[in-house]
């Protein structure tokens, strides 16, 4: 299907009732289907910008809308800021939860997921558990791209919770502090490409995730780099949630 192009709300958004901030995109004609993306870090051009490659992702008649974390920093770079987050993502999912179809956790350690799902009646999914799924599918070996040394614990740890971790080749990093490279995204995704290359020719990964949901727009511009899938991790996370809501 022909994927439409929209705006995201930075004006006359309608507002959620809650501490959060919550963004709603302009509605796809005759939306049948409203999928949330929590944002855990508290960075409202994150939120924007996840939002709007996760509804390029969508499907016709689906509508994306975000809500993004107060107490958090803007990026999430720490595993403790990264555990701490949790409680938040858990507030927000069930305080939105009775007005969509789907709830993806845009943090790559998908904090606050397991507690979500089990309060709310709509699927939940996140952006790992997502990525690592679908890297994995065939048996097929995969690593993991990312800018955050601190969180590598973390991302083993997910792997390992989802059972691949006779699959997972591991982690590849860029050089430098990964807060100044987001803000570079020429540099972000340069950097990123030779992560991704060592994935591939030092670890013998047959898939590589970039590993985070501020990396989104860097993910989309490497898709196609490589002869070996590397795999945004929202538009994995859209292709599952869609795929349990219907």
């Known amino acids: 299907m022909r994927r439409r192009e929209f705006v995201t709300a930075m004006g006359g958004a309608m507002m959620w009732p809650l501490a959060a901030h919550a963004q709603q995109t302009n509605r796809p ?15 409202q051009a994150t939120t ?3 939002v709007r490659i996760a509804q390029l992702a969508a499907s016709d008649g689906v509508e994306v809308i975000g809500a993004t974390a107060t107490r958090s920093p ?18 927000i999912g069930m305080r939105l939860a009775s007005s969509v179809a789907g709830i993806i956790v845009s943090a790559f350690g ?4 397991g507690d979500l799902k089990a309060q709310v009646g709509v699927p939940v999914v996140g952006i790992a558990e997502s990525s690592m799924l679908e890297a994995a599918s065939g048996d097929r070996r995969f690593g993991v791209a990312t800018t955050t040394p601190e969180l590598v614990a973390a991302i083993d740890a997910r792997a390992a919770d989802l059972g691949l971790a006779g699959l997972y080749t591991g982690v590849r990093l860029t050089s430098g502090d990964p807060v100044e490279l987001v803000r570079h995204p020429d540099d972000l995704t340069e950097a990123l490409g030779k992560a991704v290359l060592s994935c591939i020719e030092l670890d013998g990964a047959k898939a590589v995730i970039i590993g985070g949901g501020p990396l989104g727009n860097a993910a989309t511009a490497l898709a196609q780099r490589f002869a070996v899938p590397v795999i945004a991790p ?6 599952r949630v869609l795929s349990l809501v219907h």
């Open 74 to 91: 803007p990026m999430i770079v720490q595993p403790a800021a990264l555990n701490a987050s949790a409680a938040e993502v858990v507030e």
């Open 29 to 43: 004609a005759r939306s049948a289907t409203r999928i949330l993306v929590i944002n855990p870090n508290s960075s």
């Open 48 to 50: 924007d910008m996840m």
């Open 110 to 113: 998908d904090p606050g997921m």
């Open 234 to 239: 929202i538009p994995a996370a859209v292709r």
